[in-house]
Nanobody, 124 residues
Framework: VQLQASGGGLVPAGGSLRLSCAAS????????MGWFRQAPGKEREFVVG????????FWGDSVKGRFLISRGDASNLMYLSMNSLKPEDTAIYFC??????????????????WGQGTLVTVSS
């Protein structure tokens, strides 16, 4: 499975961006998809995830109410819509997928496949 994240860029504070994640080799069906981010000098952080089959969304601590995760019409696409962006949202954003059922859904260690990351920079 290969994941391709895209859509990052430079945006002013208060602005919006939509990130995309496309899978090849396998669809997201039956999986749990997640978005993580890593800011300079910081550890990787869980942002938000969604269970493909049930559409259950589970949130990290820092973005609820501002970000929206959604499935694409095709079963190999997902999106992260980011609104009211803040400078502290600046990070490389990664999409990931897991098909197993063990472990915390917010732990990156439980995700099996990762995209290469896309950089989001929010200017103040």
């Amino acid at each position: 499975v290969q994941l391709q994240a895209s859509g990052g860029g430079l945006v002013p504070a208060g602005g919006s961006l939509r990130l995309s994640c496309a899978a090849s080799g396998r669809t997201f069906s039956s999986g749990v998809m997640g978005w993580f981010r890593q800011a300079p000098g910081k550890e990787r952080e869980f942002v938000v995830g969604i269970h493909w089959t049930t559409s259950t969304v589970f949130w990290g601590d820092s973005v609820k109410g501002r970000f929206l995760i959604s499935r694409g019409d095709a079963s190999n696409l997902m999106y992260l819509s980011m609104n009211s962006l803040k400078p502290e949202d600046t990070a490389i954003y990664f999409c990931a997928v897991r098909y197993g059922s063990r472990g915390s859904l917010s732990s990156g260690q439980t995700y099996e496949y990762w995209g290469q990351g896309t950089l989001v920079t929010v200017s103040s």
